[in-house]
C-alpha cells in the first residue's frame, strides 16, 4: 500500500516532531528532544515513570558523567529535575558560570538502542544532543519508530535527485548553471555550480563547499568560507571549467543555531574543537559520502580537488572519486580568523 508512510518518511516526520517539542515513540520509550521540551510535557514525563537523560559521550566527558554505553550516557534524572537542570545538562552555555552539576548516575545495563536512535534523531535535527526517553506505552497521534530500524535508516545513505537546474551567469564565470539536488531522506537540499561545460571523462577542477552563513553570506572574519568559496569559484571562472557543489551542513553539519552555540563557547575561551565537544558533537558531523553522490549523478568520476581538508580527500576516494591532485586553497588570515586556522591545522589534520 504505497499511501502508508515509508520508514525513511516516518524517521523524517519524528525529526520534524521533536524540532516543534512533540515527543515521539522509539519501540517502548517516548522520547523529547531537550531543547524544544516544554515545562509541561516534562512533567507528563515524569508521571509515566523515570525518564532518564540520554547524552553523548563528549557532553558526559565534559560533566565528568560514567559512560557505560557505546558513545553515550544514559543519566537518572533526580525526583525534583526541572527543565532547568535539564537544559543545563544539556546546553553547556553555562558550564563555566555553574560547574558543579552533579552528583550525576549514569544508569548502566539493559538495551540502550533507543537512547542511541533517540540521540541520533535530535542531532539530525539539528538540536542540542540530548534526549529525555521514558518507558512508556505507545500514545495516540505520537510518531512510531523501531529504534534498530530508524537507526539503520540514518546511517543509510539517501539517494539524491535533481530538481531543477537553469543557466545562472556569475561574477567569476558567466558561463555557469545552478541546479538543485533534494535528498529522498527529507534531508536539506543541495546545490551544484557548474561552470563551463567540464568533459565527464577528464578530472574536473572541483570544490565542495559546507554552507557557512557567517562567513558565504555576512562575510564573517571568524572563518575562511566566504573568501574560499569565492576563490575556488575565480579559479573555475579563469580555468573555464569546474563544478563546485554548495552542501547545506552548515557548520560541519550542525546546524546554525548550534555553530552560534560554539562561537560563544568559543567566545569564552574554547576553541572550534572543544566547543563541538562541550556540545556534545564529534568535530565534524559532517557525510561526505553527499559529495561523491553528487558528483556521480553529475556524471565525474574524476576531480582535481581544491581542499586543504586531507579528509574531503580520503573520504572522496572511499566512495569511489578518484583525486587526481590536491589543490591547495590559501585563505587570507586576519586577527579573527587565525586561532581557527591554526587550531584546524594542529587537530583536524588541515595542510596550511
Ligand atoms: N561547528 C563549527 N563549524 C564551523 C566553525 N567555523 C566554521 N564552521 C563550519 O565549517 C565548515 C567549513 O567548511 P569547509 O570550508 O567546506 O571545510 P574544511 O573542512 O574547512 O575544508 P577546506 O576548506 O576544504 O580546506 C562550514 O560548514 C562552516 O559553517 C566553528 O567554529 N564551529
Ligand atoms: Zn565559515
Redesign the pocket.
Given at each position: 500500500m504505497s499511501l502508508v508512510p515509508t520508514l525513511a518518511e516516518t524517521v523524517s516526520r519524528a525529526r520534524a516532531d521533536l524540532r516543534m517539542g512533540l515527543p515521539v515513540m522509539l519501540g517502548g520509550h517516548l522520547v523529547g528532544a531537550v531543547e524544544t521540551l516544554s515545562a509541561e510535557r516534562l512533567r507528563d514525563f515524569q508521571a509515566l515513570g523515570k525518564p532518564v537523560l540520554a547524552l553523548t559521550e563528549r557532553r558526559a566527558e565534559t560533566l565528568k558523567a560514567r559512560v557505560y554505553d557505546d558513545g553515550l550516557a544514559r543519566i537518572e534524572l533526580p525526583d525534583d529535575a526541572d527543565l532547568h537542570w535539564l537544559r543545563a545538562l544539556a546546553d553547556p552555555s553555562g558550564d563555566l558560570m555553574t560547574p558543579m552539576k552533579g552528583p550525576l548516575f549514569t544508569q548502566r545495563g539493559g538495551d540502550a538502542t533507543p537512547h542511541m536512535a533517540a540521540l541520533a534523531l535530535v542531532k539530525s535535527a539539528q538540536l542540542l544532543p540530548a534526549a529525555l526517553v521514558v518507558p512508556a506505552r505507545a500514545l495516540a497521534g505520537l510518531t512510531v519508530l523501531a529504534p534498530g530500524a530508524a537507526l539503520a535508516q540514518m546511517a543509510g545513505e539517501a539517494a539524491m535527485d535533481p530538481v531543477a537546474a537553469a543557466r545562472l551567469p556569475l561574477a567569476s564565470a558567466e558561463r555557469s548553471r545552478l541546479h538543485i539536488f533534494r535528498p529522498d531522506d527529507g534531508g536539506a537540499e543541495h546545490y551544484a555550480i557548474e561552470i563551463g561545460d567540464p568533459p565527464r571523462d577528464a578530472p574536473v577542477l572541483s570544490r565542495l563547499h559546507?554552507a557557512?552563513?557567517?562567513?558565504?553570506v555576512l562575510g564573517?572574519l571568524?572563518?575562511?568560507?566566504?573568501p574560499?568559496l569565492h576563490a575556488a569559484l575565480d579559479a573555475m571562472g579563469k580555468e573555464g571549467a569546474g563544478v563546485l557543489l554548495y552542501l547545506n551542513q552548515e557548520g560541519r553539519g550542525i546546524g546554525l543555531a548550534n555553530k552560534m552555540r560554539a562561537y560563544d563557547l568559543q567566545n569564552q575561551g574554547f576553541d572550534t574543537v572543544e566547543a563541538n565537544h562541550r556540545l556534545g558533537f564529534e568535530d565534524d558531523e559532517r557525510d561526505f559520502r553527499i559529495g561523491a553522490a553528487l558528483l556521480r549523478r553529475l556524471g565525474f568520476d574524476q576531480v582535481r580537488l581544491m581542499t586543504n581538508n586531507p579528509r574531503k580527500v580520503s573520504m572522496l576516494q572511499g566512495h569511489g572519486i578518484t583525486v587526481t591532485e590536491r589543490v591547495p586553497l590559501v585563505t587570507a588570515r586576519n586577527r579573527f580568523n587565525t586561532n581557527y586556522l591554526d587550531t584546524k591545522a594542529s587537530k583536524s589534520g588541515h595542510l596550511l
Open positions: 559546507s557557512c552563513y557567517t562567513g558565504d564573517s571568524k572563518c575562511d568560507c566566504g574560499q
